[in-house]
């Protein structure tokens, strides 16, 4: 079995040292879509932030291309490691064009997955509506060139066709090799767009498997979430 890009070992994490997830196994391989799911407070953003570096686990590790590894985000971006979440990360006063080639951004790899923002490029990025200013967010993410991406709830807020655009750049970035993390609300749009689907219920797992065999018995999923 080849090397998981990025993966929990009995990864337990939480706040003031409680744990909020406990025992998480969890890896993510080059190429996939994987989705993290569950109730309010089940713990996918403490996963997801401890696999960023943004959170210490109380116990177990992070592990990045096979290798455990304790170093905090700043260095984990370095390593390759994108992370976009919920607030959009973006620069009010700067152009598209400007948001885009901050750092070692490729405006071109940016336009490609997110044409739309072409006419945009020399608007102020304060300017953009909520669903272009997440685009631009994840466009400057996916300009370096990631080889992994943690998506925590992106599409939070945003109209369903923004959502949709949001789903096909990640699946776009995996399906050019990346392994990507997806945390998301929208579990029926993101269970068609992941390869394998995670559920979490009160910081354990709960219920993982391929996509295909999770919706072919939702009742499984239904009961862990609802
Ligand atoms: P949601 O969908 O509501 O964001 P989640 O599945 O992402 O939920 P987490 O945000 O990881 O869940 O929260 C897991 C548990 O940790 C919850 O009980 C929550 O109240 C608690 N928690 C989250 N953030 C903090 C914090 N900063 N300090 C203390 N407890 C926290």
């Given at each position: 079995t080849k090397t998981a890009a990025i993966a929990a070992r009995g990864l337990s994490a939480g706040y003031h040292g409680a744990a909020?997830?406990?025992d998480i196994e969890l890896e993510v391989h080059a190429g996939e879509v994987v989705l993290l799911a569950g109730a309010n407070g089940a713990g996918k953003t403490t996963t997801l932030m401890t696999l960023a570096g943004a959170l210490r686990p109380l116990t177990g590790h992070t592990e990045l291309r096979g290798r455990r590894c304790a170093e905090p985000v700043h260095r984990r971006v370095r390593a390759g490691v994108g992370v976009v979440t919920e607030k959009r990360v973006v620069f009010?006063?700067?152009t598209v064009a400007e948001n885009l080639t901050l750092?070692?951004?490729d405006t071109a790899t940016a336009l490609a997955h997110f044409p739309e923002l072409e006419k945009r490029l020399?608007?102020?990025?304060?300017?953009?509506s909520g669903g272009e200013q997440q685009m631009l967010s994840l466009a400057r993410v996916l300009a370096a060139g990631p080889s992994v991406i943690l998506a925590d709830e992106?599409?939070?807020?945003?109209?369903p066709i923004v959502v949709n655009r949001l789903l096909a750049a990640l699946r776009a970035a995996a399906d050019a090799g990346a392994a990507v993390l997806l945390v998301e609300q929208h579990v029926r749009l993101a269970l068609d767009t992941a390869d394998r689907a995670c559920f979490l219920q009160r910081g354990q797992l709960a219920l993982a498997g391929t996509t295909d065999a999770i919706k072919q018995d939702p009742s499984r999923m239904e009961a862990i979430y609802l």
């Open positions: 909020a997830v406990r009010n006063q700067l750092g070692r951004g020399g608007v102020k990025a304060g300017l953009l992106l599409s939070l807020g945003l109209a």
